[in-house]
Each structure stands twice: as structure tokens, then as C-alpha cells.
């Protein structure tokens, strides 16, 4: 009954949800906090308004408040720059839809987000992937013009490693590239810098943006890209027709506009993240500097699946990432600093002392 490359393709496996809450959970990169009590009240407000009749289905009252958010940074930005999507995923999965075709290709470098495969498969596209170097820098194939190739992606922060390529390095991969650029910007917030201004240079530059993580609201389901005009309406055509629901939209708007809570929170995970990081390294862990909330390590001694297994076995949950021939290792989430405390008790009985 199935297309034949469905029955092969190989579908998205997120991390572990366990029903059991006893556990510590540092495996999906979610926020630690609770989100912006704001959020609740406009939840509420909106099930008191009536869900009977459909979402605005263009989501306007967060464009138009996203619009003055990011007009420091993109100084022409109009809410027709930007549109909204169930979760950033939900934008990804219209861009793969809008330029990509069977036997045309994706490019994307490993390791990164393993959607990015399932998305190019569904497409019956080819995958074109380019490693990272064991310092997590990408060499100059991922610029090169190849015309079989019709969207590159590029995770910037990086997951599983937290690398984030500088603005001026994604503006010259954008221009060589004749192809469309997407900069999934889904851990932007926790990084240093954003390549927004891109987009007003480049119409091939399209940056795709998640309220799960820095707004903690993974549980709503909510993201935006922002191109200029004229992507977004080819873009609005290949979205479903009410992608976003009212309660989501309500929501995300409203935590979108706490910027007091928005500095607050993001002040408490860099801060969280410096003191996870120093404390990983005493324990033999070493891994590149994070610009996300998260941190990639590998012990000096102890193989990553033993450390990850022991870890499950004390109540502690952290992604363990195999890519092959490139390697493994821990992706750890940058918890609250009781969840952090945990982790290290648990990593000490794990680990030999130092």
C-alpha cells in the first residue's frame, strides 16, 4: 500500500520520554523552568474566549509583535517576514516541501539534527552530507555550488555539539551557494550571536527559530521562520491550513513578549552551563565550548554507551549519539542547578576519582 521509499526510509526517533518521573531529564534540551507565567493567563483567556471557531491561520498577533522584537536586528522586518509553524519542525518540513523534489538534493553536515535525513528521504531526495572535523568546523565543500543540490541546512548553534559558525563565515557559504540557506537557529538564544541581519541581504537566507527551548514551551509546540515577502508567500502555500493552534498562538505570543522573563531565564542557563562545564572537566570530560544549552562530551576514559547506560540505571537521563564511523558521545542538557547536582553525584560514582 505504501510508496516504496517510505517502506525504506528510516523515520525520526526523538529522545526519550519516560512516564516515569522519578527520572532527571537531560536528554531533549528542554528548558529547566517553568515558562513565563504570562503563558498561562493567555492560555486561559483563550479557552474562556471559545475554541469553537478556527485559529488565524497566519498567526498575526505573534508576527506583528516578532516583527518589533527583531526590527534591532533586521531593520526592514514587516510581519510578512515571518511565518509561524507548529514547532520549528513544522518549518523545516514546508522548506523541504517548497525546493527540494525526488532525485534533487539536501546538504547538511554531520553530526547534526537527524531530522534532516528523514526530511530529504520523504522528499525522495538525496542526501549530500558534509562532516565536521574533529573540532566541529566545516570545510569548504559545504560552499560549494553543486546544482543537483537544492537546500542547504545548516544548525547554527550546532546540535549535538553546541559550534556555532560565525555570521560572516554563514554570509559567505550564503553567497556562494545558489541555492536556498537555511540557518536553523533553534538554540540561537543562548548564543553569543544570530544570523538574522543575513536574511535582509540574501534572499536565499531563511532562518527558522523554536520557542521550545528558550522559552520553555517544548510542550506547546511552536517556532517561526523569517525570510523576506517573497519566500514566505511561496512558503504559506505548502503549510497546512491551521498549522498553529489558538492555544499555541496565544501562548507563544504572550511569553514572546516577557523580555524581562526572556533575559531572566536565559541569564539562569548561561549560568548553569559555565558551572556544568567546569565541573564535567574536573570529572575527566572534555568537549568544545557550548553556544546552546547543552553541553557534547566524551570521558578521557570511560566509554560514552557505558557512561550513559550507568547513568540510566541511577535515575539520570542524557542523549547518548553514535554516528558511525564519526564517533559518539554525551549530549547533556543544561538542567536546573538540584538536576545538575544529581548528574555529578551520579557521574562521581561512575567515573574513578581524579
Not at 516515569?20 to 503563558?39: A, I, M, W
Not at 516541501?97 to 539536501?106: E, K, L, M, N
Not at 568537549?287 to 570521558?299: E, I, Y
Not at 553525584?345 to 574513578?352: A, E, N, Q
Request: with cysteine.
Amino acid at each position: 500500500m505504501f510508496r516504496p521509499h517510505i517502506l525504506q526510509m528510516s523515520g525520526y526517533v526523538p529522545g526519550e520520554q519516560p512516564r516515569d518521573q522519578q527520572f532527571v531529564k537531560l536528554n531533549t534540551n528542554e528548558n529547566p523552568y517553568p515558562c513565563s507565567p504570562r503563558v498561562k493567563a493567555a492560555v486561559g483567556r483563550a479557552i474562556t474566549e471559545g475554541l469553537q471557531r478556527y485559529p488565524d491561520p497566519l498567526a498575526t498577533s505573534f508576527r506583528e509583535l516578532a516583527a518589533e522584537v527583531h526590527r534591532a536586528e533586521l531593520p526592514q522586518i514587516t510581519p510578512d517576514w515571518i511565518l509561524c509553524g507548529n514547532g520549528s519542525d513544522d518549518l523545516l518540513t514546508m522548506l523541504t516541501r517548497c525546493f527540494v523534489g525526488p532525485g534533487q538534493g539536501v546538504r547538511f553536515p554531520r553530526p547534526s539534527y537527524v531530522l534532516y535525513a528523514t526530511l530529504a528521504a520523504l522528499q525522495e531526495a538525496f542526501l549530500d552530507v558534509v562532516d565536521f572535523d574533529a573540532a566541529w568546523r566545516l570545510g569548504e565543500r559545504f560552499a560549494e555550488p553543486d546544482p543537483r543540490v537544492r537546500l542547504a541546512l545548516l544548525p547554527n548553534p550546532n546540535s549535538p555539539s553546541g559550534t556555532m559558525m560565525a555570521p560572516a563565515e554563514v554570509a559567505a557559504v550564503a553567497d556562494a551557494l545558489p541555492c536556498p540557506l537555511v540557518v536553523d537557529e533553534a538554540y540561537v538564544d543562548f548564543a553569543d550571536a544570530n544570523c538574522l541581519p543575513l536574511v535582509g541581504r540574501n534572499e536565499r537566507v531563511i532562518v527558522t527559530r523554536s520557542m521550545s527551548k528558550s522559552y520553555g514551551l517544548a510542550g506547546l509546540r511552536f517556532g517561526y521562520a523569517v525570510a523576506q515577502p517573497q519566500v514566505i508567500e511561496q512558503m504559506i502555500k505548502v503549510k497546512d491550513s491551521y498549522n498553529c493552534d489558538a492555544l499555541s498562538i496565544a501562548g507563544a505570543t504572550a511569553a514572546l513578549g516577557d523580555r524581562e522573563w526572556f533575559a531572566a531565564n536565559r541569564a539562569a542557563v548561561l549560568a548553569s552551563r559555565a558551572r556544568l562545564d567546569e565541573e564535567l572537566a574536573r570529572l575527566g570530560f572534555a568537549g568544545c565550548p557550548s553556544q546552546a544549552n547543552f553541553l557534547w562530551r566524551r570521558h578521557a576514559e570511560q566509554p560514552s554507551a557505558a557512561l550513559y547506560s550507568g547513568l540510566k540505571e541511577l535515575g539520570v537521563l542524557v542523549r547518548y549519539m553514535n554516528y558511525g564511523d564519526w564517533g559518539d558521545g554525551l549530549r547533556i542538557t543544561v538542567g536546573s542547578d538540584p538536576q545538575i547536582d544529581v548528574l555529578l553525584d551520579r557521574l562521581r560514582r561512575l567515573v574513578p576519582s581524579r
